[in-house]
């Protein structure tokens, strides 16, 4: 390739006139496709003079080798076999001799090459990373370990047995490195500290998920533990690193003390505590017992030693390492012997450290009054996948609390008491009111503790809030207000005997709704919330609903908050009464305030797609979305205002389909399910979207039709009328099922069983009445063709081992017998399958265990029998009497799981928590009976009280999903002769279908009657035994007992109705 030319192309692309850009943009990616382009690529990334050009090919070229090194079906350009190995071959010299501009482009296209190509296509790859680390150079010590960075990161998510090439890399170039790291650490530079964080970072990777046999020996875990504790330790001169906060964290060797920090972390909360190992983590025990007492001891003590001088103002610390820090402390507090040396030091962590860290800085004060959107998400809204300093002091408080409460609980409650009486004194004082609104910050934080069952000092409450929170409603300082606000969030459930105190506090909240800063308006809508469930409180609210929805939507339109949607969500629930006559404009409100966030987002998204990530806003709309769902289902009894509202509404789901927002796909599929149900039809708007719910489906939804399900069969089973006239629509709705059986490189068995359940939902839905139009007669060859095939195809035969996807598939056919059985045996007759089918499907009736199931194949099998002998296929007439049989056991087994069923849904509608729920209950709950008793199996010394390791229950919770997660991810026919199989086809007590309506007994009696008076048919009853004729006839007896119960109960009501 000429490298020339293609320099040229790149340096068009940075010039100033719109047109050449393009062009030279076009030309580019019609030569990133043609042979030699990667090599010339990295040619003018390394050519001098250094300048723009070089970047923008470095950039370049890591996104082409990103996208296309690997090959796979998708890679549309991929990179010639042949042209990769020289790339390799000058890639680690290339990084070697880069432009720190261009050199991190490179460790990019470094990691790419090495996780697909190490060690099958580069083995050399690990010789001339040895080499570099055993240099005397630092510049090529320095890639070494870049090289050792980038393969280890590779190997991060790796399980045991795709780890072997780590295994040979840990053996191989960890002692070398270490010994790496032991020689620069007397060094400040940043070339060292940059050493030091490769060194850290590999190490880290190397222990993420597995700590591999080798790194747990004891030869290896000493000096590897010493390095990290030096790092930990090490002073750095304040003259060599930035004086800026944020500048100084990015500091090399600041970066290298976090992964030290992590390191030792992770070895802890991961391998070390043995108290705290899962059942799948066994193999660790003895590392666990060495390190719980050999080695997590002293980094508790090095730990404690440097807050310690972070306290005393002796050193700075950064964020990242503040968190990590207290992190560790709060891993202490359950094992004894780390809870030994840390309970000592917790009054002066709570003081010193803990208390700092939580109250308002400067900058909270400045973002308090100048960013109060930025205050609220910092400070109120906890969202934050890298959670600051104050809210891992909270975690470590909470914990302390929960998990050491006689230890540690009135020493910190009468510290809080302390502060806040203080400020009571100088109730101006802006420092004491700081102070104040931490203390408070810390009471909020154990309200679940304070209010658990039995605790002593709930009663307590009342007076506190009466001494020191009434006050600071009429606060000057706007941030006690906030704080104010948040504690009758945090105590909403307190038993207030005085109930003008109640009428006070509602008061303060609502007038804290019109108050000048934003923060405390947020703070005291959220508090209205539970505040709701107190019943005068309740009633107060709904006297003003109207105007406090206005306010509420007010407050979602400054801040993309999504607790406070969650409030309105509530409210609309609560109060749908009393919002019915204003239920448009607000549904209007919301879809006028959904579509302009939809709008922005978009914007975002399409200004910089690769940057782009979900914020807030994404969380608003949800909640805007499930804000609508639930205004449609509480005016259930107002099918007028639905009208209104699903006209109001078709906007938002329009706007979400053609603008392909997958993340708020299952949102708008169950409001436009939520209309239709709540309507019982589907209006002309619903049939306009449906063609943009199938377009949407083909083209971006396909991994949501299992949430897209309810919604198709609200379609059909509310408008079967124009389902059979118009044929556009059914051909749409069969497009939906064979789009997913056409796409099994991409659609699992579950969604699969989905599609067979919307095909059975057209079936019985669409079944003809007298008169009517039989508008699936034209699929019926298409649906049997569909099951044979899923019956036949090898790669599926390990999922037919699963019970619910072999009834599933099976039923497709059954439900065409029900249909229209003459149709059903043409089909099956065309490919000569009929008698296999019919082995198959009576050698299943034992796994026919639901109410549903039985009552397909029972009225299927009666659609059968009233054919006329000449429409049944020649080789399956002769079995005709063998269906009898399975009738008869389907009959039989019926009663009993109609019993089942009906004990399930009396369950169901007693508690609806689902099977996990036990589990997903917070392991601690802050109960005083939690407390360990004296002489049970955590006892107390009373010598030394709370020093036993202490038995939460996460370690139940914790074993349960990790059982789960080997039980799931176990080999397919593992899985399948699993109980799973079985769990599969529970009942399913809320299905419905047009079954529920049938008469089986009179359908039976019906039958069986008029196959006695057919002489052609009455000779199929011959094979009965008597237990089988008794069966019948028990069946007959009960339609007559019940038709009689029927006759006797329109007898009555026609008597009570006469004048």
Not at 486 to 506: G, S, T
Request: charged fraction near 25%; hydrophobic fraction near 40%.
């Amino acid at each position: 390739m000429d490298v020339n030319g293609l320099h040229q192309c790149f340096a068009s692309t940075l010039d100033s006139n719109p047109n050449l850009r393009k062009q030279a943009e076009l030309q580019l990616n019609e030569a990133s496709r043609a042979p030699g382009f990667i090599t010339a690529c990295l040619d003018i990334v390394l050519a001098q003079p250094f300048g723009t050009v070089q970047i923008s090919a470095a950039v370049f070229l890591k996104n082409k080798i990103i996208r296309n090194w690997e090959f796979e079906d998708l890679n549309k350009s991929p990179i010639a076999e042949n042209e990769k190995p020289a790339f390799r071959e000058r890639l680690i010299p290339a990084i070697l001799s880069a432009s720190p501009h261009t050199q991190q482009h490179l460790i990019s296209i470094l990691n790419k090459v090495v996780s697909y190509d190490y060690p099958e296509k580069w083995p050399e790859f690990l010789d001339l990373m040895i080499q570099l680390l055993h240099s005397q150079e630092a510049q090529h010590i320095h890639t070494g370990l870049i090289c050792l960075a980038e393969i280890t990161k590779a190997y991060k998510w790796r399980n045991k047995e795709g780890r072997d090439p780590l295994n040979r890399i840990i053996d191989l170039a960890f002692p070398v490195t270490v010994q790496i790291g032991s020689n620069i650490l007397s060094e400040n530079s940043t070339v060292a500290g940059d050493m030091m964080r490769l060194i850290m970072k590999s190490y880290h990777a190397a222990i993420y998920l597995e700590l591999a046999p080798r790194l747990q020996e004891q030869s290896f875990l000493l000096p590897w533990g010493n390095l990290m504790l030096q790092v930990v330790a090490k002073e750095i001169p304040a003259d060599i690193a930035p004086q800026d906060d944020d500048e100084k964290t990015q500091f090399p060797w600041w970066k290298a003390k976090k992964w030290a920090f992590r390191n030792l972390n992770r070895l802890f909360s991961r391998y070390g505590d043995p108290g705290s190992l899962t059942k799948a983590m066994k193999d660790y025990s003895s590392f666990a017992k060495n390190f719980a007492v050999n080695f997590a001891p002293e980094i508790l003590r090095a730990y404690l030693h440097q807050i310690d001088l972070w306290a005393n103002k002796q050193l700075w610390l950064s964020a990242p390492v503040l968190n990590l820090i207290m992190t560790y402390c709060e891993l202490s507090v359950k094992p004894k012997i780390t809870w030994e040396i840390l309970r000592p030091h917790v009054d002066v962590l709570v003081s010193h450290v803990i208390f700092p860290l939580i109250c308002l800085s400067d900058d909270d004060i400045d973002m308090f009054e100048n960013e109060p959107v930025e205050y609220i998400h910092r400070r109120l809204d906890y969202f934050d996948e890298n959670p600051s300093p104050d809210i891992m002091a909270i975690n470590f408080l909470v914990s302390v609390a929960e998990r050491r409460r006689k230890a540690t609980f009135n020493g910190i409650l009468h510290f809080i008491n302390g502060i806040v009486a203080n400020q009571q004194q100088n109730p101006t004082d802006e420092v004491q009111a700081r102070q104040k609104e931490g203390a408070l910050r810390m009471i909020g934080a154990l309200s679940h503790v304070i209010l658990g069952k039995k605790s002593p000092v709930a009663e307590m409450m009342e007076q506190f809030f009466v001494s020191y929170i009434f006050s600071d409603f009429q606060s000057s300082y706007g941030y006690l207000r906030v704080r104010a606000c948040e504690v009758v969030n945090r105590f909403a459930e307190a038993d207030f005997k005085d109930p003008n105190n109640m009428v006070f506090i509602y008061q303060s909240v609502t007038t804290c709704l019109h108050d000048k800063y934003l923060p405390v308006q947020v703070e005291a809508a959220l508090a209205l919330q539970p505040l709701a469930r107190n019943d005068s409180i309740r009633n107060a609210l709904s006297q003003n609903i109207k105007p406090l929805m206005g306010i509420l939507m007010e407050l979602s339109k400054k801040v993309d908050m999504d607790q406070i949607m969650g409030v309105m969500e509530d409210f609309v629930d609560m109060f749908s009464e009393q919002l019915a006559p204003f239920a448009v404009e607000l549904a209007e409100q919301l879809r006028d305030q959904f579509l302009r966030m939809l709008s922005d987002m978009i914007e975002k998204q399409n200004s910089d797609p690769d940057q782009y990530d979900t914020d807030y806003g994404d969380f608003t709309i949800l909640g805007i979305l499930n804000t609508l769902t639930t205004l449609l289902l509480s005016l259930d009894n107002a099918p007028d205002l639905v009208l209104q509202l699903e006209h109001a509404i078709l906007p938002v789901v329009t706007a979400v389909l053609e603008h392909e927002q997958t993340e708020f796909y299952s949102e708008v599929f169950e409001l436009v399910d939520s209309s239709s149900y709540t309507l019982r039809r589907i209006t002309p708007g619903m049939w306009n979207l449906l063609g943009l719910l199938h377009q949407s489906f083909k083209t971006s939804g396909l991994d949501y039709f299992d949430d897209l399900l309810p919604c198709l069969e609200s379609y059909v089973i509310y408008g079967t009328d124009e389902l059979r006239v118009n044929p556009n629509y059914v051909a749409t709705m069969v497009d939906f099922v064979n789009t997913i059986f056409e796409n099994d490189d991409r659609i699992g068995m579950l969604f699969r069983q989905d599609a067979c359940r919307l095909i059975q939902t057209l079936l019985l839905n669409l079944k003809p009445e007298l008169g009517e139009r039989a508008c699936l007669d034209d699929y019926i060859q298409y649906f049997v063709d569909l099951t044979l095939n899923r019956l036949s195809v090898k790669d599926g035969q390990e999922d037919l081992k699963q019970n619910s996807y072999l009834v599933s598939i099976l039923e497709i056919i059954i439900n065409c017998m029900y249909y229209n059985p003459r149709l059903a045996f043409i089909a099956l007759e065309s490919r000569g399958q009929a008698g296999n089918f019919f082995d198959l499907w009576f050698n299943n009736i034992p796994k026919l265990t639901r109410v549903h199931d039985k009552r397909l194949s029972i009225m299927a099998i009666l659609s059968i029998i009233m054919m006329q002998p000449n429409e049944v296929p020649e080789s399956i007439r002769s079995g005709i009497p063998q269906f009898l049989h399975g009738l008869v056991l389907l009959l039989q087994t019926l009663p009993d799981a109609l019993q089942k069923r009906e004990t399930m849904m009396k369950e169901f509608s007693v508690d609806d928590q689902n099977v996990y729920s036990d589990y997903m209950m917070n392991p601690n709950t802050g109960d005083w009976d939690d407390e360990p008793d004296e002489g049970g199996e955590f006892e107390e010394d009373e010598e030394d009280e709370g020093g036993e390791q202490v038995d939460d229950g996460t370690n139940k919770y914790v074993d349960f999903l990790s059982n789960e997660a080997v039980r799931l991810g176990q080999e397919s026919l593992d899985f399948l002769d699993s109980d799973f199989a079985d769990e599969m086809l529970e009942e399913e007590p809320l299905y419905q279908s047009p079954l529920d309506k049938v008469n089986l007994y009179i359908v039976v009696k019906d039958v069986f009657l008029a196959i006695q008076q057919d002489s052609a048919r009455s000779g199929i009853l011959a094979g009965l035994n008597d237990q089988q004729r008794s069966v019948i006839e028990s069946a007959i007896q009960n339609a007559y007992k019940e038709e009689a119960d029927q006759a006797a109960k329109t007898h009555e009501v026609q008597t009570n109705t006469m004048p």
